[in-house]
Structure formats: structure tokens, C-alpha cells
């Protein structure tokens, strides 16, 4: 390590020693300067010039810096990059003697990041730590800027695959792990799969997680822990601990706005893994990666970042609980009932800050008087939206679904709480916000300013002692009026002025053209161009007097700032209470509007019926332009029509039904009305969608593989309450192989559960529907039905029981423009395939044996299926038959080939 000699210097090394892992931002007076290191990481990062000063027997040593207004922008920049900051302040007056003395005030990391401008409005940021033990997974989950913590345990059979799926929705931004971990070379590289999570090593991790338990109870207060249900669950209080401990480090701070743990219970939610989550597109689009076009952008109509963000984490973990699901619904239905409520709570609810993050800002020391304002503010209009909840809402609300295809109505449910959903968001705004808004409009002024140290923020008749200041304060500026006044008419200078600047203080500025008039007490402190300034005695002794008191008044403010606050924070939970009840009610809100914009209806709950009418896809419907969304209906039992086995050719529109199938499902637990005409539903465990079809969702991982393991995983995760939905599964290796282990799957899921999961199993694999004649009544054929006059395929986008007839193929080639030529070849050569691979076919799939094919007919058919479509240009489609072509050529001649090469 480099040794220095100036004091400076030592200074910052002593600090930088225990920061090893940060880059440090050292405050000198109006800069955040980075040295050594820091400074070529600093500057290559945020783009800024590397410079060296000299530093007396120090030599030069490499700086970079940044004004201080400004560091919360770079600081966020340097997050973003994956570094870690710590800010060093200065905690002594500038010009105290000697060295100043510095402290690092806070650590910056990118899962504690606070700067309400580097946060997404909706978004949560999670951080994360992590650790396992046999089959345990255990996770620690919290989000520093709404005071968010949870924990969840896991059993898992595969390490990466569990990995992977918990990770995949919540997205984290960051992952803390312990050293042990951290230093496992495959474990790590693991976690590294997880895009745009930073993951740090904890070196503290062992000293909390070795006093886990008591760490626990003494942050929250609390005697047991067994209130959080983790009282005996030494592996969760271990990681909770860490993470506990290592936002106190960080924030420099208690963290006291985390109020509680949650635990996230596998049995209360719908698990939805990573393959379900992207294949639905729930929170960004499979192509562009695009939160734009995502099923969220689609169903999201909230107007607050609070109701956002709690709208995104119901989508993350649908309920598996009807009475709470009944709840939403009922809450919905009267509101949808209610336009007055609603017109009223849309118009107040726009006026809601993010009272969240800013409780949480204020609990760790940031944030100021214009915060306090804010909140005060916000907590009023929430009051507001009490009474007309309270005033609107009614008791034991009768529903009635808004479904036609509802023929009686549904019977009142009896719910162990005696309030409905609505009345519990009242009753959760509480009358101790009345206090919390009455204390801070009698302790801040109405419009304070930001800074905190120039006064200005406290009212009057809070301290005795602040308001004689501002007295003397007052009676001094009166002072200096009367003062100026007699000062004109005694010297008889009518233009003569008192002022003050912070530079001279005050002083007594006269024109040039007066300047003889001048008494011989005034002293010359300044010449201007116009004239000078001057001061007296008596003016010097009333500005001692202003500017004591001055200072004397801003020092007081800040530490009554302090005091206030420290009182509002007495409220934390009960605001946090009032802001996820706030959140509740936009999230039931924007249901509402949802189920009003686009006529979704009430689901009604069925035992085990899945019954659709007419229903919909929610994203799909809103991008036609030219055409309409064809609506279908559909019945799935458990052991009765369980698997749907659809054919139909490519682009009939199989994908789209099988997942809006998938989401009218995952809608109905998360609580809000889905499209459909009319729908019975089951309560569903778990949702599993899967596509074969997919290059994008690999991501450099062999497609088949992936499909293969995601595969496994629903073969060993599904349950006869589950919903499957299959799409072209067994695409991604030959024919045969794909026929093979699609026909298994299907024969799996059809005879291996006392009774069957429901299945949408879409596939272009015609060979699978003689599974219907194997499994009568259980898998059944349906297809997506096509006009097909002239060989000339319409897509009619309906479901129909039976089997498609063929796959149209080759019609689809000629509709995206492939030359006649080709085309009429194609034909030739598919109707010779069919004529020879057919009973080969059929043969083999019951042994599960992959045989090899002719190569020509093998690769050519490989290659058709592989073309998108939908993807590929004209001059695209153009080359690639030119190729196919070329490969035909060279089976049907393979001489002169052989003579070329
Ligand atoms: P497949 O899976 O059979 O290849 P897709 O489900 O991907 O076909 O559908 C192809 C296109 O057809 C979709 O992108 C959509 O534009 C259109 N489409 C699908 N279903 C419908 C429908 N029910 N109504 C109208 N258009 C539809």
C-alpha cells in the first residue's frame, strides 16, 4: 500500500482502508475529488478528467472530481457502472484549524440506492442475500426506498434451475453473499446467469448471521420472532440478519422504516418460474426485451408509482387462496358499480407523492423540510379518500357478476373477516394520520427550503427561544430602516441605503455625487464604479447583533429539524400502513377501469371446470389495427378433456390462445376480471407455459437443453391443480426425436396423476392427435381452424374440436411470396415424404427410438420448419430457397457434386 506524508493524504488513506471495496468520494470544500485508483476509475467511468496536483513531498497524485451539487447524478452513473460508493464528508466547519475532520456518511450500492431520480417510478429495487444448505434455498429480500423485507425458503432439486426462477421475477438489482459463497467459483458463475444483478461479497456476513436471532429481535423490537413465523427457521433469520446488517452498514443508520418481515410462502401464491414468466411476457416483451407491449404495460392502470409498484408484485405471486381472490373481486365489483367513487378517488389519488420512499429517505437521514411538506400534503389528500370510502363503501357487499354468461347468482361468501376488502383499506388509512398531518402543518412552514442549515423551516410558536431570535432578527432589519431613514435626513442624502451581502455584511452605500457630504465617522470599506460603500460603528454593532442571532437561529432549526422529524418518524408504520392501502386501492382501481375500457367480466369460481366463453387475449387485442380479435371458447376438466392436443398450421394463431388461456387464469388469482365473455375457473397451484419454439428465450444456452430441463421441471413440479400450457414442445431437435419425446410428455401427463392436469398442448406434430384414440375422453383433439379454399389457407383463428387435416405448410411459404417454382417443388417433395415416413412414423414413437431419416428429406424438412415466417424478409426467403435448393440438387445429383469437391 503507498505510504504518504501530508496530513491530507494519511487522512484519506486511514479512511479508504476500511472502503477497500468502494470507491471513495471525498468531500474538499465544493467537490467530491477521487484520488489515486479511484480517480482512473472514476474518470473512465463518468467520463471526466483525470488531472494530478501536487502534493507537497507527496509528488503528483492522480485526482478526477466532481462539484458537489452535482454528486448524486455521478454517484448514480457509478452505481449503475456496478461500483459501490462510499461518501466522505466533511464533518468539521471549512475553515476549522487544522485538518477537517471526514467521515464516510453512507455507502451508495446499487440495490440501496435512494436518489429518487435514478429510481424507476414503478419499479421496486430489490436487494437480495442469499444462502444454501443441502436442499434449502434460503433468500432475504428487501427494497431500502419503500421499507419493503422479505424472506423465502425453497426446497430444490436442482440448485440452478430454483436459482433461476426465484430470481427471475423479482429482478433484483443486487445480491449480497457471504464469503464462503462468494468464493465458490461454479455457485458464483450461477448467479451470474441472472442479468443486471450486481453481486457483492458481505466480509461482516458471519458476525450477523452467527447472532442472527438476537440481531433480529432487537431491530424490530420484539421479544420472538415467531409474530414473522420465522421463529425457528435458523437458516432465513441467518440470512435476514446479513442483509439487516449489511443496509446498517451502508445507510450508516438503524434502517428503522423496515418494519416487519414477511415471509413468502409457497402455499399462498401461485409459483411462477423464469420459462413462464418470459414465454407470457408478463413484464417485458421476448424480442425487444421491451417493457413496452408486455402483459403489465397492458393491465397496469394505476396512477400512482405505489400502486405500480404493488401491481407488479401481485403479478410476480398471484394468490392461491379463493377467499382473497373473492376479496380483490368483490372489491372490484363495487367499485366498478360505484363511478362516483371512482371518478373521485382517480382525481385524488394523482395527487399522491410517493409517500413510501419518502419515509424511507427521511428514516436514513436524507430528505428535508420540503419532504416533510410533501408527505403533510399527500397524507392529507389521503385522509380524504377515507371519508369517501368510508362514506361510499357498504358492509357485506352482495356481488353480482357483471357476466351474461352467469346465469344464477353467486352465493354470499362467508369470510372469517367481518369487513370487506374496500372497508379494510378505510379502516387501514388510520386517524392517527389526522395527527401526523395537524404536527407537522403547526412545526414546518408551509413552503421551507431544501437546504437545511439556512433556516426558514420552522414556524413560529414551535420554540420559545427560535422565535426571540427571529425577534431580534426582525427588530434588527427595523433597525437598519430607521437607521437608513435618519441617516438621510441627517446627512441629507436622499438616495443614501443600508444593505447587506453576505461578502461585506452591512454597510452604507452613497453615490459618487454625494461622496463630499460624507461625515467623517463613516470608514470606507468599498469603491464601487458609481460610489462607495461604508460602515459606522453603529452599524457594526447592530450587524454583530442580526448575525449572531442569524446563526444562532439556523443552527437551532437544523436541530429542530431533527426533533421534528424524529417525531414523524414515530409514525413510519403507520404511514406505511396508509401508503399500502393507498396502493391497494389503485391496483383495485385499475382493475376496475380495466374490466370498464375492455369489458373484462367476473370469473366465477368453479371446483374444477375450466370454462371459457369468448375469452380474449389481452395484449394481442390491443395491437390489432386492420383486424378483429376472434374470441374462443373452451372446457378443460381434470381427467375429463384434460389435454388439449392443437394442430393447426403455423401462424393459425395457436400461440396466442394457448397463453391467453394462461392469462385469464393468472388475471383471475391476481385478483382482477378477465376477457372473456364469461368464465368459470378453477383455483389453479401453479401456471407453467412452455415453448419449444423459441430461439430468443435461450440466450446462448442449446435451445434443446433448455427445453429439456424446463420440461423435467414441470414433469416433476406440476400437480392435478396445475395449468400446463405447452407450445410446440420437441422442436428443437430432429423430427423423430421431437414426435418421440412430445407424444412421452403427453402420455406422462395423461396417465401419471390421479387425475389429470389441465393441458394446452399446441403442436404442429400431426402424428400426436392418434393420442386421442389412446387416452378417450382424457386428450382430445382440437385445431385451429383455417378457410382453405384453393389450397390457399385463411386463417380463421377459431378453435375446433377434431384434427387439423394437414399443415399447410407450403401454402404458408407461397402466402410470405416464395417463388411458385419452389413451391410447386415442395409440394412434390412433401407429398413423397408423407407417403414414406408416415408409417415409419407411427412405428416409432411408441419405443421412443429417434431413427436416422433420409438425409435429404431430413434436412430439407428440418429446414422449412425452422423458417419463421413471420421473421424472414422477402430477399431472406429468397436466399434461403436458393439454398434449399442448391442442398436438393446436390441429393438428387450427388456425382456431380461428388466430382466438384
Ligand atoms: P401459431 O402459434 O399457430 O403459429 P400465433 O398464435 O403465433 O400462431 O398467431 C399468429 C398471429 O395471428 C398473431 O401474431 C396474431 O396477429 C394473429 N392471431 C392469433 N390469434 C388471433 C385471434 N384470435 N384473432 C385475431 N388474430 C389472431
Redesign the pocket.
Known sequence: MQTFTTPMMKQYLEIKKNYQDCLLFYRMGDFYEFFLEDATIGAQVLNITLTSRPKGKDGRIPMAGVPFHAVDVYVAKLVKAGYKVAICEQMSPPNTRGIIKREVIRIVTPGTMLDEKALEKKENNYIISLFYENDQLALAIADISTGYFAVKQVTFQQLAVSLQNELAALAPSECILSPQLYNDGSFLQLLKRQNGMNIFCFQDWEQFASEAKSILKQHFGLKTLAGFGIDDQLLLQQTAAALIGYLQQTQKTKVIHIKRIEQLMNTEYVQLDRSTIFNLELFSTLREHNDKGSFLSVIDQTETSMGGRLLKFWLRTPLYNKEKITARHDAVEELLKNQTLREEAAVLLRQIADIERIISRLSVKIGNARDLVNLKLSLQVILQIKKILAKQTVRHPEFISGSSFETKKMPKQVRHDDYSLLQQIEKNISNEIEEVVAYIEANIAPEPPIDLRIGGMIRSQVNTELDALHKTIRQSKTWMEEYEAKEREKIGIGSLKVRFNSVFGYYIEVSKSNLALIPDNYQRKQTLVNGERFMTVELKKQEEIVLRAEEKMKELEYELFWQILDHVLSFTQTIQTAANAIAQLDCLLGFAALAQKRNYVRAQFSEDKLELKAARHSV?ETL?TD?R??P?DLILESGEQSVLLIT?P????????IRQVALIVLLNQIGSFVPAEGAKLPLVDRIFVRSGASDVITEGLSTFMVEMVETAYILYHATQKSLIVMDEIGRGTSTYDGISIAWAVAEYLATHFPSCPKTLF?THYHELQQLEEKYPGVIVNYH?ATDNQHNQPT?L?TLMQGAASHSFGIAVAKLAGVPEEVVQKADKKLQLLEQQLEPQVIKVIPTLKSQPLNMAEHLISKELQAIDISQVTPLEALNKLAELKEQLRMFDKPDEFAERD
Do not use: I, R
Not at 403455423?650 to 390462445?657: L, T
Open positions: 394481442v390489432l383486424t380479435f376472434v374462443n393447426g403455423n401462424m393459425a394463431g395457436k400461440s396466442v390462445f399446441a385451429m386463417f383463428y
